[in-house]
Antibody
């Protein structure tokens, strides 16, 4: 069955970077893109970006494109999201999700990133 | 980019129907067939319930239906059940520049 398993919770200081992994299984990794979505505490979903696992083409939300790096390792079927220069408003649960023609049919369990001094 | 506009809350009694709106612009909802809806329980990941405006993934009850008129998409939940109490989010493709946008979410309460 399709599964996306994300790395564990992180606590970071302001100004630091965080890298979250998303390991895919149960399907051909390069046949679907991966989207990254975050959710601040008590808030709604925010689309962060998308990466093609086939050719590594990327799209990022305009407010994050200077700080967001998305990569994909096809040898391990793992996608990565790195966010730099963290601030308190980056505290959120970060999700990866399989992307199918602009909708997301399978989601990871989420990774809580807490930014605190 | 601006989020799509959803009502913060909606409610209905068991067995009733409720409709949640999702308003965007001609650059997102009105311009493409790629509107999707997600159900999210507290502390859980979102779950896809509607894609491409009207389609239901396998396993999603047919009590859930989607539609679109102009720049507004809608999710209708018929025959409300207690288990439908959750947060619902719409999403739309927004073109090659903005790519994708979510609505602010609607908390559905089953009275």
């Amino acid at each position: 069955q399709v599964q996306l398993v994300q790395s564990g919770a992180e606590v970071k200081k302001p100004g630091a970077s965080v890298k979250v992994s998303c390991r895919a299984s149960g399907y051909s990794f390069t046949s679907f893109g991966i989207s990254w979505v975050r959710q601040a505490p008590g808030q709604g979903l925010e689309w962060m970006g998308w990466i093609s696992t086939y050719n590594t083409k990327r799209k990022s939300a305009q407010n994050l494109q200077d700080r967001l790096t998305m990569t994909a390792d096809t040898s391990t079927s793992t996608a990565f999201m790195e966010l730099k220069s963290l601030g308190s408003d980056d505290t959120a649960v970060y999700y990866c999700a399989r992307d199918v023609e602009n909708y997301n049919d399978y989601w990871g369990q989420g990774t809580l990133v807490t930014v605190s001094s | 980019q601006s989020a799509l506009t959803q009502p913060p809350s909606a409610s209905g009694s068991p067995g009733q129907s409720v409709t949640i709106s999702c308003t965007g612009t001609s650059s997102d909802v009105g311009g493409y067939k790629y509107v999707s809806w997600y159900q999210q329980y507290p502390g859980k990941a979102p779950k896809l319930i509607i894609y491409e405006v009207t389609k239901r993934p396998s396993g999603v009850p047919d009590r859930f239906s989607g539609s679109k008129s102009g720049n507004t998409a809608s999710l209708t939940v018929s025959g409300l059940q207690a288990e439908d109490e959750a947060d619902y989010y719409c999403s739309s493709y927004a073109g090659s520049t903005n790519f994708k946008v979510f609505g602010g979410g609607t908390k559905l309460t089953v009275l």
